[in-house]
């Protein structure tokens, strides 16, 4: 109905265009009204361009619509003003098409903020990048843990760790890898997995990066106190019996010779051997009672505090033994209203274990000097830090020094970095050591 009406239109307008034509040319050639022939003349002109119109409008309007969808410009809208009842259904189909672009597009970018926010918000890193190392995507945690705000290519991570840089641009769909970093004061171990993905006929890598640093320290914890149970019950049940049984055996011997049997010259011998196993099973018992504190570290009280507060709590218990050692003391916290949540008695005992040790070093050394200080990491986080000028610690026992039962003191027990470090793993935080042979030693506490 609607092309009928379109021709019926079309031949309308081109008879009306013909006579006025015929009307032009009869004036023209019979009639000396050159007023009205140039007002015929004019109709005849408008009629064509009338005409013409009428016919392109539709595909005006096709094209306007193809290019609209070309270029998701979707603000369009088509009226048919001017066109009649013709091109209504035509002019509704092209509403109803944008329409229905305009919503997808819609969804679409609800759905890509939706998938913007997750990525940004999980705690694990991402990072998406081409095969040449052109990154695409890199979340909010992989740089807070990169400590990298703004990047394009993965080659900078050159300034964090060339071997991580390296081990990104090698690593392909279903590779892992385990990578460590040494971030100033602070050893990372970040695990990465790749896969491989193809977007818009480009091919790219996702890589998830986190830090497993804490996850390691706590299965090494875990398992160094399941030994110490293992160790401790096993001990105790021993030794508790030969203590007590020693014990008895000296009450039943006389105290002198002529009321025993025994050869004069062979009780005293008896009496001090009794008395050696005695004391050396005691000794024994209280060293193993002393490493249970490994496994029964109490639940940390949480608190708000003060850093200041906590560090002249320190300052007045340890500044008798740095003056008899003429070791200078100084603190700093930066801002000075600095405040940590913790178990105060917990962290303070911590700082004591450090301290003392510190001391023990620095005894002896001319221009000795020891340094307390707290601040903000690059990441946020709370740092106490305990330095000192002393003699160092060499590299490989840097890596041993916290393991339980080792020490480099004659008198040591190996209990005290151990259990600082046991403290520490309660409160989610990590100790960390860095140390150059006669320079400088540095225990960090991170939160």
Same mark, same amino acid.
């Given at each position: 109905?609607?092309?009928?009406?379109? /021709?019926? !239109?079309?031949?309308?307008?081109?008879?009306?265009?013909?006579? +006025?034509?015929?009307?032009?040319?009869?004036?023209?050639?019979?009639?000396?009204?050159?007023?009205?022939?140039?007002?015929?003349?004019?109709?005849?002109?408008?009629?064509?361009?009338?005409?013409?119109?009428?016919?392109? *409008?539709?595909?005006?309007? @096709?094209?306007?619509?193809?290019?609209?969808?070309?270029?998701?410009?979707?603000?369009?809208?088509? +009226?048919?003003?001017?066109?009649?009842?013709?091109?209504?259904?035509?002019?509704?189909?092209?509403?109803?098409?944008?329409?229905?672009?305009?919503?997808?597009?819609?969804? /679409?970018?609800?759905?890509?903020?939706?998938?913007?926010?997750?990525?940004? #918000?999980?705690?694990?890193? @991402?990072?998406?990048?081409?095969?040449?190392?052109?990154?695409?995507?890199?979340?909010?945690?992989?740089?807070?843990?990169?400590?990298?705000?703004?990047?394009?290519?993965?080659?900078?991570?050159?300034?964090?760790?060339?071997?991580?840089?390296?081990?990104? &641009? $090698?690593?392909?769909?279903?590779? $892992?890898?385990?990578?460590?970093?040494?971030?100033?004061?602070?050893?990372?171990?970040?695990?990465?997995?790749?896969?491989?993905?193809?977007?818009?006929?480009?091919?790219?890598? @996702?890589?998830?990066?986190?830090? !497993?640093?804490?996850?390691?320290?706590?299965?090494?914890?875990?398992?160094?106190?399941?030994?110490?149970?293992?160790?401790? #019950?096993? !001990?105790?049940?021993?030794?508790?019996?030969?203590?007590?049984?020693?014990?008895?055996?000296?009450? &039943?011997?006389?105290?002198?010779?002529?009321?025993?049997?025994?050869?004069?010259?062979?009780?005293?011998?008896? #009496?001090?051997? &009794?008395?050696?196993?005695?004391?050396?099973?005691?000794?024994?018992?209280?060293?193993?009672?002393?490493?249970?504190?490994?496994?029964?570290?109490?639940?940390?009280?949480?608190?708000?505090?003060?850093?200041?507060?906590?560090?002249?709590?320190?300052?007045?218990?340890?500044?008798?033994?740095?003056?008899?050692?003429?070791?200078?003391? #100084?603190?700093?916290?930066?801002?000075?209203?600095?405040?940590?949540?913790?178990?105060?008695?917990?962290?303070?005992?911590?700082?004591? %274990?450090?301290?003392? %040790?510190?001391?023990?070093?620095?005894?002896?050394?001319?221009?000795?000097?020891?340094?307390?200080?707290?601040?903000?990491?690059? *990441?946020? /986080?709370?740092?106490?830090?305990?330095?000192?000028?002393?003699?160092?610690?060499?590299?490989?026992?840097?890596?041993?020094?916290?393991?339980?039962?080792?020490? +480099?003191?004659?008198?040591?027990?190996?209990?005290?970095?151990?259990?600082?470090?046991?403290?520490?793993?309660?409160?989610?935080?990590?100790?960390?050591?860095?140390? $150059?042979?006669?320079?400088?030693?540095?225990?960090?506490?991170?939160?």
């Amino acid at each position: 109905m609607a092309y009928k009406h379109f /021709r019926l !239109i079309c031949i309308l307008r081109v008879a009306l265009l013909c006579v +006025t034509t015929c009307l032009f040319f009869y004036c023209l050639f019979f009639s000396e009204y050159y007023a009205t022939l140039a007002i015929i003349g004019a109709c005849v002109l408008y009629q064509t361009w009338a005409l013409i119109h009428y016919v392109e *409008r539709t595909q005006r309007d @096709l094209t306007r619509f193809l290019q609209a969808i070309r270029y998701e410009d979707f603000s369009q809208s088509f +009226t048919g003003a001017g066109l009649g009842s013709a091109y209504n259904n035509l002019k509704d189909a092209f509403n109803e098409v944008l329409e229905a672009f305009r919503k997808t597009r819609a969804e /679409r970018e609800e759905n890509f903020q939706y998938l913007q926010t997750v990525v940004q #918000h999980v705690g694990i890193g @991402l990072i998406c990048y081409t095969p040449e190392g052109r990154i695409e995507l890199m979340n909010t945690a992989a740089q807070r843990l990169l400590r990298k705000p703004h990047m394009r290519d993965v080659r900078e991570l050159e300034a964090v760790s060339k071997a991580f840089s390296e081990a990104l &641009l $090698k690593l392909r769909s279903g590779d $892992k890898t385990l990578v460590k970093i040494q971030d100033e004061d602070e050893l990372l171990q970040i695990i990465v997995y790749a896969t491989e993905l193809r977007m818009r006929g480009e091919s790219f890598i @996702l890589a998830s990066i986190q830090n !497993i640093q804490s996850e390691l320290e706590e299965q090494e914890m875990e398992a160094w106190q399941k030994l110490i149970r293992v160790l401790t #019950h096993e !001990i105790m049940n021993s030794i508790t019996p030969i203590s007590s049984l020693t014990s008895t055996v000296r009450d &039943l011997l006389p105290d002198s010779a002529h009321a025993s049997s025994l050869d004069p010259d062979t009780l005293p011998d008896v #009496h001090t051997a &009794l008395e050696t196993i005695q004391s050396r099973s005691e000794g024994l018992l209280h060293f193993v009672e002393a490493y249970r504190q490994l496994t029964n570290i109490s639940r940390p009280d949480f608190q708000i505090f003060q850093i200041s507060e906590l560090f002249a709590r320190v300052v007045f218990l340890m500044q008798g033994e740095c003056d008899k050692n003429n070791i200078a003391l #100084h603190t700093g916290i930066d801002p000075r209203t600095l405040e940590l949540t913790a178990d105060p008695d917990l962290i303070e005992q911590v700082l004591i %274990n450090l301290m003392r %040790n510190a001391v023990q070093a620095l005894a002896g050394r001319s221009n000795a000097r020891m340094d307390l200080s707290a601040q903000l990491d690059g *990441r946020g /986080r709370v740092v106490i830090r305990v330095q000192d000028n002393g003699p160092g610690i060499l590299e490989d026992v840097q890596e041993r020094i916290f393991i339980p039962f080792f020490t +480099t003191k004659r008198d040591g027990s190996g209990i005290g970095l151990a259990l600082s470090r046991q403290i520490m793993r309660v409160h989610r935080g990590t100790i960390s050591v860095q140390s $150059k042979p006669e320079e400088e030693t540095v225990f960090t506490l991170r939160f």
